[in-house]
Nanobody, 123 residues
Framework: VQLQASGGGLVQAGGSLRLSCAAS????????MGWFRQAPGKEREFVAA????????SYAESVKGRFTISRDDAKNTLSLQMNSLKSEDTAVYYC?????????????????WGQGTQVTVSS
C-alpha cells in the first residue's frame, strides 16, 4: 500500500491543523493505521492509531484530549485533527499502516510508511 501524507504547515500555538493521509494500492485489505512524528534530534514517536474498524483508538499521553484520529475507508483516507497545538508538537508527521487487526504503538509494528509532512508550531 502507498501512503501520502498532507496538511502540514505553520500555525501559532493554540491553533489547529488537520493532517490527511491518502492510501492507495491493495484495496480491500484492512489495515490498522497510525500517525507518528519525529522532532529534530529526537527519535520517531507514536502519536495515535486506529483499528481497521475504527472502534479502537490509541493516543500518546502527550496528545490525549487535543488530537483526534479518524478514518474514512470509502475514501481511503486517514485523518488527524490537531487542536490546541503547542510548540512541542513541532515535528515531521508520518502516517503508517499495519497489516493486523491489533492496534500497535511502536514503529516496528508498522509495515508501510508515508513520506511525512512538516508541522511547525510557533510560540
Amino acid at each position: 500500500v502507498q501512503l501520502q501524507a498532507s496538511g502540514g504547515g505553520l500555525v501559532q500555538a493554540g491553533g489547529s491543523l488537520r493532517l490527511s493521509c491518502a492510501a492507495s494500492g491493495r484495496s480491500g485489505r484492512r489495515y490498522v493505521m497510525g500517525w507518528f512524528r519525529q522532532a529534530p534530534g529526537k527519535e520517531r514517536e507514536f502519536v495515535a492509531a486506529i483499528s481497521w474498524s475504527g472502534g479502537d483508538r490509541s493516543y500518546a499521553e502527550s496528545v490525549k484530549g487535543r488530537f483526534t484520529i479518524s478514518r474514512d475507508d470509502a475514501k481511503n483516507t486517514l485523518s488527524l485533527q490537531m487542536n490546541s497545538l503547542k510548540s512541542e508538537d513541532t515535528a515531521v508527521y508520518y502516517c503508517a499502516a499495519r497489516v493486523s487487526m491489533v492496534v500497535g504503538t511502536t514503529q516496528n509494528q508498522y509495515d508501510f510508511w508515508g513520506q511525512g509532512t512538516q508541522v511547525t508550531v510557533s510560540s
